[in-house]
């Protein structure tokens, strides 16, 4: 994404740096450039708002995942069983 | 209606989360969540041909992990007398502890509450199941893991623009999704 010129974005570059702040990895620069795309665009105004709704829901949500190293060893335990099985069969 | 089939080998990428997610509020262990999870999958390959087709693969799981919680319920509680909860805080070496263990839980949060979250909880994985899975497995590292975009980048090699081109998607997706099911 090119730096907007006068604070001036498009409407997918707004959607783009609206997203980065979600995950707070906007600048100062990008913030300021949504607020105002969003005065002039609704397109953009219902999106951010929509998207931010959903970062709350994730964050009530309080996920919980499986971390990686958890996901390989129940993969490993599986595989083994799977080829257990296969060289049973056969 | 079409008929579901089992495929094991994406078992664990596609429903872990959805399975541990299901299995942590009901035990309130990661460790034992954990091998909850995996004991269901050993016990579904074991089963497999009991399969009928008429459920999805995830229903079917899940209904394994059910079972599975409660055999864990029944095997912890299984000697006389661990059913009960003791209170003793005569204890000396919990000298100064049974304060902290007093404090009440926050006031905002109820039962309701909880129970909603976990529907919650198991709607966004649900939609996570539905939107395009390199996207999602993204979209999870990023949002639920926390992870650094830099981190994200090299794990899946791609480059930052593309990043947030997926991660936009994955959110319209997923918001999407949610409004049907959840607003």
């Known amino acids: 994404m090119q730096k907007p010129k006068f604070f001036i974005l498009n409407c997918s570059d707004a959607a783009n740096c609206c997203d980065k702040k979600e995950y707070n990895e906007a600048s100062v620069r990008e913030k300021t450039s949504i607020i105002i795309h969003n005065l002039f665009c609704k397109k953009c105004r219902d999106y951010s708002a929509k998207n931010s709704k959903l970062t709350q829901l994730i964050k009530k ?24 099985q296969e060289s049973s069969s056969s | 209606m079409p008929k579901h089939s089992l495929d094991p080998n994406k078992w664990v990428d596609k429903y872990a989360d959805y399975l541990f997610n299901y299995a942590i509020v009901r035990v309130n262990d990661r460790e034992i969540a954990n091998d909850l999870v995996s004991e269901t999958f050993l ?27 409660i055999d864990y319920y029944r095997r912890i509680n299984s000697q006389k007398g661990k059913a009960e909860v003791r209170i003793n805080y005569s204890d000396d070496e919990n000298d100064g502890e049974w304060l902290e263990e007093q404090v009440a839980d926050d006031f905002d949060r109820s039962a309701e509450d909880e129970m909603e979250n976990e529907e919650l909880r198991l709607a966004i994985l649900e939609c996570l199941d539905e939107i395009n899975p390199k996207h999602a497995a993204i979209f999870k590292m990023k949002t639920i893991d926390g992870a650094d975009t830099e981190a994200v980048c090299n794990e899946f090699k791609i480059t930052p623009s593309n990043l947030w081109v997926i991660i936009h998607r994955a959110r319209t997706a997923l918001a999407a999704c949610l409004e049907k099911k959840w607003l």
């Open chain 2, 43 to 69: 016990a579904g390959l074991n089963s497999k041909d009991n399969f009928l087709g008429k459920a999805s693969e995830r229903t079917w799981l899940i209904s394994i992990l059910k079972r599975k919680v």
């Open chain 1, 61 to 84: 949500a309080r996920i919980k995942g499986c971390t990686s190293e958890e996901k390989k060893n129940i993969k490993e335990r599986l595989k083994q069983e799977i080829s257990k």
